[in-house]
């Protein structure tokens, strides 16, 4: 079972940055994607930045240029470097893994990102 803890979530005033960190209990430097997903109230939930073998970054629209996805291999984590953030971020962001193409899709708890003044 894989398990996986997000972690850097809070209050930040618009135009603020937050770094949020997924710690898995698996290495990471092998697996076929890893990502963040964000749900906002109401909404369904979004892709915002993925890494898929061998190192496809991919980005949604709303956040190209402002959110860097990263793994540290040594550390086990994923980071979602975020910057420029506007009330819009505002969500539940989820970890999300899978280990190989056949695999089975993994998900953290998830942290809350508020952007507000």
């Known amino acids: 079972q894989v398990q996986l803890v997000e972690s850097g979530g809070g209050l930040v005033q618009p135009g603020g940055s937050l770094r949020l960190s997924c710690s898995a209990s698996l290495s990471i430097s092998s697996l076929y994607r890893m990502a963040w997903y964000r749900q906002a109230p109401g909404e369904p939930r979004e892709l915002v930045a993925s890494?898929?073998?061998?190192?496809?970054?991919n980005y949604a629209d709303s956040v190209r240029g402002r959110f860097t996805i990263s793994e540290d291999n040594a550390k086990n984590t994923v980071y979602l470097q975020m910057k420029i953030l506007n009330p819009e971020d505002t969500a539940v962001y989820y970890c999300?893994?899978?280990?190989?193409?056949?695999?089975?899709?993994?998900w953290g708890q998830g942290t809350q990102v508020t952007v507000s003044s």
């Open positions: 999300y893994v899978r280990p190989s193409r056949l695999a089975g899709d993994y």
């Open positions: 890494i898929t073998r061998v190192l496809n970054l």
